[in-house]
C-alpha cells in the first residue's frame, strides 16, 4: 500500500535529492498523517461521546492536535511558495511560525478546558460502562497509529528525512497513550472503577505539553536560531568545490522559509590573481548557489596572500591558536611591516560556550605570539560563528 501510495503521488518518486520531489513526499505523508488522524479522532469523538467518557474524547483531541499541526506545515508550505512581494520581499516563508503559535495558544485553552472537565469527573467519579464499540474503535486507532510509524519511518528513510522519522516516533509513543486509556476503560469498566477522570486528566496533560513544544518551537525559529548541520555542510561544501577557492569562514544564514534563505561567506582568493577574474568567480558561484540550493548567497571576497612567508606565518600562529584550544579557530590573517615591526592581525572564533573568557582568550594569544616573536605586534577581534559552535572546524 505505501508503494502504491508513492507510485500515485509522488512524482519522479526516484529523484529523492530534487526539492521538489522531496517536498511531494514532505506533502504525501501531512496529508496520509492528517486523514488518518481525523478518522482515529472522529470515531474516538463519537463513541467518547456516547459513552460519555472524558479519556477517550480526550485521546480524540490529542490526535486532532496532531491533524492541526500538520495541516499547518501543509498551509503554510502553500504560503510560502507565495512569491515575495513589495511589503514583503523576503517572502512569507515565516507565517508558519505565526500559525504555530495560534495554534499552541489553542491546544492551551482545549488542554485546561478538559483538564477542568477531567478534574470534575475525579471529584464527583462516574462509571463509565463497559462498551465493545470503545474497544474496537480503540484498537483501530491503535493499528492505524501503528501503521503511520512504519510509513513514516519507511519514507523518513528512504528520503534522509530526520523530521520524518522523528514524526513517526510521535505515532508510536501516541498509541502507548491510547493502549493506556483502553486498558482503562476495559479494566474501568468490566471492574466498575471510576477511572475516567485520571485518564482524562494525563492526556489533557499531554495536550498541553504537545501545545509547549509547537510555541517553543516557533519561538525559537522566530528569533532565529542556529541553521541546520546539514544547510551549513551543504553551503560549505558548495563553495569549496569551486577552483580557485582557496578557503571560506564567516557564514551566516538568513532562513524565512524554502525557497527563501539568504546566506553571506567570505571567500578567499588568492591575492596575486586578476580582481576581475576573481570577482567572475564569486559571480559564478552566487549564481550556481541560487540554481543549485535554492539559497540567495552574497559572497564577500578574502584576498590571500599565498607566499611561502605568509604560509610559514600562518602556520605559526595557527599552531599557537589550537595548541591553546582546539575548538577555536582563526581567518583573515593580514600582515603589515613597518621599520622594525610587524604588524599581524586576525579574526579569532570563539565557540559560544566561551562567551565570558572571549576577551581573556584573545589576551592570553597575543601574549603568547608576542612573547614567541618581539617583532610582532597582535591585533586580534574574538567573535562568535553564526552556524553554531560544532560546525566552527567543519569547513575552516
Ligand atoms: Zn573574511
Ligand atoms: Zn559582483
Known amino acids: 500500500m505505501q508503494e502504491q501510495l508513492i507510485r ?37 469523538l463519537i463513541v467518547g461521546f456516547l ?22 506545515s501543509l498551509v503554510s508550505f502553500r504560503f510560502s511558495a507565495k512569491k515575495a512581494d513589495q ?8 507565517i508558519e511560525y505565526l500559525l504555530s503559535i495560534g495554534f499552541s495558544i489553542l491546544l492551551f485553552v482545549v488542554a485546561i478546558q478538559l483538564l477542568i472537565e477531567s478534574v470534575g469527573r475525579i471529584l464527583h467519579p462516574e462509571i463509565v460502562e463497559f462498551s465493545i464499540w470503545a474497544l474496537v474503535v480503540m484498537l483501530c486507532a491503535m493499528g492505524l497509529k501503528v501503521w503511520l510509524y512504519s510509513f513514516f519511518k519507511s519514507i ?9 522519522k522523528a514524526n513517526g516516533l510521535e505515532y508510536l509513543s501516541d498509541v502507548w497513550a491510547t493502549l493506556g486509556i483502553t486498558l482503562g476503560l ?23 505539553r504537545a501545545g509547549y513544544h509547537v510555541l517553543a518551537d516557533a519561538i525559537s525559529r522566530l528569533l532565529g536560531n542556529e541553521p541546520s548541520p546539514e544547510m551549513v555542510k551543504d553551503i560549505a561544501n ?32 588568492d591575492a596575486k590573481e586578476d580582481v576581475i577574474k576573481s570577482h567572475s568567480l564569486i559571480d559564478r558561484i552566487e549564481r550556481d548557489a541560487q540554481k543549485e540550493l535554492y539559497i540567495q548567497l552574497t559572497i564577500h571576497m578574502d584576498p590571500l596572500l599565498v607566499t611561502k612567508e605568509s604560509m610559514a606565518l600562518y602556520d605559526k ?35 559560544y560556550s566561551d562567551r565570558q573568557r572571549m576577551d581573556d582568550i584573545a589576551k592570553a594569544i597575543k601574549k603568547i605570539l608576542e612573547a614567541m616573536d618581539p617583532t610582532f605586534e597582535i591585533t586580534i577581534t574574538a567573535e562568535h560563528s ?9 569547513y575552516n
Open 156 to 164: 523518513g528513510e528512504r528520503i534522509n528525512s530526520p523530521i520524518l
Open 317 to 351: 600562529i595557527h599552531t599557537v591558536v589550537k595548541a591553546y584550544d582546539e575548538k577555536l579557530s582563526l581567518h583573515d590573517l593580514r600582515a603589515v611591516k613597518s621599520d622594525d615591526k610587524i604588524h599581524v592581525l586576525f579574526d579569532l572564533v570563539v565557540p
Open 186 to 208: 476495559v479494566v474501568g469498566g468490566l471492574f466498575q472503577i471510576p477511572v475516567d477522570g485520571y485518564l482524562g486528566a494525563i492526556v489533557s496533560v499531554m495536550i498541553g
Open 8 to 44: 500515485w503521488f509522488v512524482k519522479d518518486y526516484d529523484c529523492i535529492k530534487a526539492p521538489a520531489v522531496r517536498t511531494r513526499y514532505g506533502n504525501l505523508t501531512s496529508i496520509v498523517g492528517i486523514v488518518t488522524n481525523l478518522i482515529i479522532s472522529l470515531g474516538e
Open 386 to 394: 553564526y552556524t553554531g559552535d560544532e560546525n566552527i572546524h567543519d
Open 51 to 72: 459513552i460519555g467518557s472524558i479519556a477517550m474524547i480526550s485521546d480524540a483531541i490529542h490526535d486532532l492536535a496532531d491533524a492541526g499541526g500538520s495541516t499547518i
Open 238 to 269: 558548495f563553495v569549496k568545490s569551486y577552483p580557485g577557492v582557496l578557503g571560506i569562514h564567516d557564514l551566516m544564514i538568513h532562513d524565512y522559509g524554502p525557497g527563501h534563505v539568504f546566506a553571506s561567506i567570505h571567500v578567499e582568493v
Open 87 to 94: 511589503e514583503h520581499p523576503y517572502g512569507h516563508g515565516r
